[in-house]
Nanobody
Framework: QVQLVESGGGLVQPGGSLRLSCTVQGAKVQGGIFSANATGWYRQAPGKHRDLVAEISSGGATNYADSVKGRFTISRDTSKNTLYLQLNSLKPEDTAIYYC????????????????WGRGTQVTVSS
């Protein structure tokens, strides 16, 4: 069974940076889950919906939510089956649980249609 495991969250001051990582564990996936599917990062703040923050399409194109454009960068290392999210110039409103995800689609879909989820990693931006 495929499992996604996030790491790299924590407490950071406004203006700071973090790098989140997501690795595949628990099963061999032919072709690599991150090279064969759309992959992305979602986030969910308390009392709010889970929203897509950034994605890499199955064709390799990157897309970002308007709120993080120019500050966050998504990347992947298919040889390591690892997905990354670099978070720069963090703001208090970026505080949320960040989830790694993958979908057997060209682009990341709405949350109910995602095929694989990580358990999430907490990012807190506060002085």
């Amino acid at each position: 069974q495929v499992q996604l495991v996030e790491s790299g969250g924590g407490l950071v001051q406004p203006g700071g940076s973090l790098r989140l990582s997501c690795t595949v564990q628990g099963a061999k996936v032919q072709g690599g889950i991150f090279s064969a599917n759309a992959t992305g990062w979602y986030r969910q703040a308390p009392g709010k919906h889970r929203d897509l923050v950034a994605e890499i399409s199955s064709g390799g194109a990157t897309n970002y939510a308007d709120s993080v454009k120019g500050r966050f960068t998504i990347s992947r290392d298919t040889s390591k089956n690892t997905l990354y999210l670099q978070l720069n110039s963090l703001k208090p409103e970026d505080t949320a649980i960040y989830y790694c995800a993958a979908a057997k689609r060209r682009n990341m879909p709405i949350p109910p249609l995602v095929d694989y989820w990580g358990r999430g990693t907490q990012v807190t931006v506060s002085s």
